[in-house]
């Protein structure tokens, strides 16, 4: 594909009116207006349930948090989306998956009470139900190959105790609160460009420099051009 001309970071929300809580839409507004700072365009294509879009046009894909009731309609219709969605991920699509969108993109959920939740199995996770819910602000260390610590901040509010599997690293380590299941000091998972997180507050807001990750790691993935960081929050694009 031919990727020619200005800037643009192609956005696939979805799920925006079904899987939303916790003001998670915050992380688009985020990530179009970080954009806008910089003058680089966003377009963004939003996909509901018996929306089925060819994943492999987008460069960032957003699928966020909900209550149980809906995330069971979204796993019965992530069924159709699947295929295309993780040939995307193999291909080096980047992906935030908040809360419930974390649970989908793994092995299952099974809550205390009601039947197991199907995810697509590209995360190496599972997740049980627990009896008491991690509600608390969180701070968790990250080191995302980019040769130092950074600390990711933001608000948890979940049940369910998150168990990663060989094929899955933990998106960072817990300084302060809970993070997957209060026993191992995990937060989140990481596989290819996929950062699953339980982070509300919205996360991206609330830590800019994942943000600016994201888009860089977006546009680095799936175009032929890159961008390259001159200081602190300024970036200019390479001859190509």
């Given at each position: ?90 291909d080096g699509a980047v992906v935030l998956a908040v809360c419930a969108g974390y649970q989908l993109l793994a092995k299952y959920y099974a809550p205390v009470d009601g039947e197991p939740i199907t995810g697509i ?64 000091g995990t937060e989140g998972a990481r596989y290819r460009e996929v950062y699953a997180t339980y982070l509300h507050g919205p996360v991206l807001p609330k830590n800019p420099w994942l943000t600016d990750h994201l ?26």
């Amino acid at each position: 594909m031919d990727h020619a001309g200005p800037m643009t970071i192609r956005i696939c929300h979805l799920y925006p009116s079904l899987l939303s809580v916790a003001g998670d839409r915050g992380n688009l507004l985020a990530l179009t207006r970080r954009c806008a700072w910089r003058g680089i365009g966003t377009s963004v294509d939003e996909a509901d349930v018996g929306v089925t879009p060819d994943f492999s046009k987008f460069d960032l894909i957003l699928l966020h948090g909900g209550q149980d009731c809906e995330m069971r309609v979204a796993a019965r219709d992530l069924g159709a989306k699947a295929g295309s969605l993780r040939e995307a991920i193999e291909d080096g699509a980047v992906v935030l998956a908040v809360c419930a969108g974390y649970q989908l993109l793994a092995k299952y959920y099974a809550p205390v009470d009601g039947e197991p939740i199907t995810g697509i199995g590209v995360l190496d996770a599972v997740t049980e139900g627990g009896g008491t819910r991690f509600m608390s602000h969180i701070a968790v260390g990250c080191d995302l190959g980019q040769g130092k610590q950074r600390t990711l901040v933001g608000f948890e509010n979940h049940s369910g105790r998150t168990y990663l599997g060989p094929g899955a690293d933990p998106l960072g380590r817990v300084i302060a609160g809970s993070g997957n299941n209060g026993e191992d000091g995990t937060e989140g998972a990481r596989y290819r460009e996929v950062y699953a997180t339980y982070l509300h507050g919205p996360v991206l807001p609330k830590n800019p420099w994942l943000t600016d990750h994201l888009i860089c790691h977006g546009w680095i993935m799936t175009h032929t051009g890159r961008l390259a960081i001159v200081a602190p929050g300024v970036w200019r694009r390479p001859a190509l």
